[in-house]
């Protein structure tokens, strides 16, 4: 059970990764004049995977940690930034729903979209670091 919070993970941040790479071709088109194809049913396909498995994962961590540990706090770091992460998760997928289901040309919503998840993706790749301390510590040791 607590080998499946960090597999979720790392397969949602990789996913996130190559999400966040469709969605800069947009940025750019918006914001630079440049030129490009913004692939937008996979990115709002592979975006809400994204969210989703990321959220999953988060409930999973949480419950499995509590069970085994007693209190999510034990994970230190790794505990807080999630917390951190979870804002940024939820306004990534509302203000992507939000742009999906009332489509019009838009210039401020995508960016609000793009922070949240540019902060999430971050947050993530904190976590890849924090997380592996855990597993150092609590799963491997």
């Given at each position: 059970m607590l080998w499946i919070h960090p597999l979720l993970q790392l397969a949602a941040t990789v996913l996130a990764l190559y999400v966040l790479s469709l969605g800069w071709v947009r940025f750019q088109v918006n914001h630079f004049g440049k030129r490009g194809k913004f692939m937008w049913a996979?990115?709002?396909?592979?975006?809400?995977?994204?969210?989703?498995?990321?959220?999953?994962g988060l409930?999973?961590?949480?419950?499995?940690?509590?069970?085994?540990?007693?209190?999510n706090g034990v994970t230190g770091n790794?505990?807080?930034?999630?917390?951190?992460?979870?804002?940024?998760?939820?306004?990534?997928?509302?203000?992507?729903?939000?742009?999906?289901?009332?489509?019009?040309?838009?210039?401020?919503?995508?960016?609000?979209?793009?922070?949240?998840?540019?902060?999430?993706?971050?947050?993530?790749?904190v976590e890849v670091v924090t997380g592996s301390l855990v597993i150092r510590h609590f799963l491997l040791s």
């Open positions: 996979d990115h709002v396909k592979l975006g809400k995977i994204t969210h989703i498995l990321w959220m999953a409930v999973l961590g949480q419950f499995a940690v509590t069970r085994e540990w007693g209190s790794h505990y807080i930034i999630g917390q951190f992460m979870m804002p940024c998760i939820a306004g990534g997928y509302i203000t992507g729903v939000i742009m999906d289901r009332d489509k019009k040309k838009r210039r401020y919503m995508p960016l609000v979209h793009g922070v949240f998840n540019m902060l999430a993706v971050l947050l993530a790749l």
